[in-house]
């Protein structure tokens, strides 16, 4: 029998389908309009990246995308007069108290409904999927009238118990959970450990890959979050970047070349975070789907 080649395409459009003059035309449409999706995508960011190059003469007098010159300090200067270091801190501290409370409540709830299987956990379950049909502005309101009320407001303990109670991790982390064989669940009882135990050292080491998305949508998620960080941290020294940005667009001091400087400082962790995770994130997000 003659071996197929390492570079026999093995997709949908294989090696000798391309030999059609029909199917190279359709080839080369698609990655013409592939092309045109990504320079679309991508014109925003080049526009303000070069936008921050220009002082406030040229950014209001000139029509031109490209700077006259690229001159770093501008950037340097905007850094230091703004304080954007000091938003930075307190967006990393929102996201790793966030990171941490994904994983263990939504993981503990999702471990209960999966593998622990308690009385009521239909409902429950029926519960959590229920509230994905609510959209995320109507319990707002009752959020905030909460945190008021226990006098949670002025640090990002709220943000970090509402990254803790997501359906839509609850529902992936169950699904994950489900395909875990139970002998190992087993095997940890046998040898004695607490249910809790099970979860820490059995259900999460093998759940690295469930773990790795949910904990790049949290990242993503509570970096780019403004209403529940402009609701509860208030006028106080814990501003998280989005925060800041907006504050920046209602003071009369910022300049609008300042402001798309500081733009483009709020735009570098999430494309740095897709370009270092982006092959753990689709690998992983095809696995999770994968049933069996």
């Known amino acids: 029998m003659k071996s197929e080649t390492p570079s026999s395409?093995?997709?949908?459009i294989r090696d000798y389908d391309t030999k059609s003059p029909g199917v190279r035309f359709g080839l080369v449409f698609v990655y013409l309009a592939c092309l045109l999706i990504v320079l679309i995508s991508l014109f925003p960011i080049f526009w303000v990246i070069m936008a921050g190059f220009k002082d406030i003469r040229e950014y209001m007098s000139s029509n031109s995308i490209l700077p006259m010159s690229?001159?770093?300090?501008?950037y340097t200067r905007t850094w230091?007069?703004?304080g954007i270091m000091r938003n930075y801190l307190n967006s990393m501290y929102a996201i790793l108290g966030?990171?941490?409370?994904?994983?263990v409540f939504n993981g503990l709830l999702a471990y209960g409904l999966a593998i622990l299987k308690p009385r009521g956990y239909k409902l429950v379950s029926?519960?959590?999927m229920l509230s994905l049909l609510i959209p995320a502005t109507i319990s707002i309101v009752p959020l905030f009238m909460n945190i008021t009320h226990l006098n949670l407001g002025g640090?990002?303990?709220?943000?970090?118990l509402a990254a803790g109670a997501n359906a839509v991790y609850v529902v992936l982390f169950r699904q994950f959970f489900e395909h875990i064989p139970p002998s190992l669940i087993e095997a940890g009882r046998i040898d004695g450990c607490t249910q809790i135990q099970i979860f820490t050292k059995v259900v999460l080491p093998l759940s690295k890959p469930i773990c790795m998305v949910v904990a790049i949508f949290t990242i993503n998620g509570a970096w780019s979050d403004f209403l529940l960080p402009y609701l509860v941290l208030g006028q106080g020294k814990w501003?998280?970047?989005m925060f800041r940005l907006f504050m920046f667009n209602t003071q009369q001091t910022v300049n609008y070349d300042d402001l798309m400087r500081a733009v483009v400082f709020s735009m570098i962790p999430p494309i740095l975070l897709f370009f270092i995770f982006q092959k753990q994130l689709t690998e992983n997000i095809v696995t999770t789907g994968i049933k069996g």
């Open 9 to 12: 395409r093995t997709g949908i």
């Open 70 to 74: 690229l001159d770093f300090a501008t």
């Open 80 to 82: 230091s007069q703004l």
């Open 98 to 103: 966030s990171v941490f409370c994904a994983l």
């Open 126 to 128: 029926n519960l959590v």
């Open 155 to 160: 640090f990002f303990t709220p943000l970090w």
């Open 239 to 241: 501003q998280t970047v």
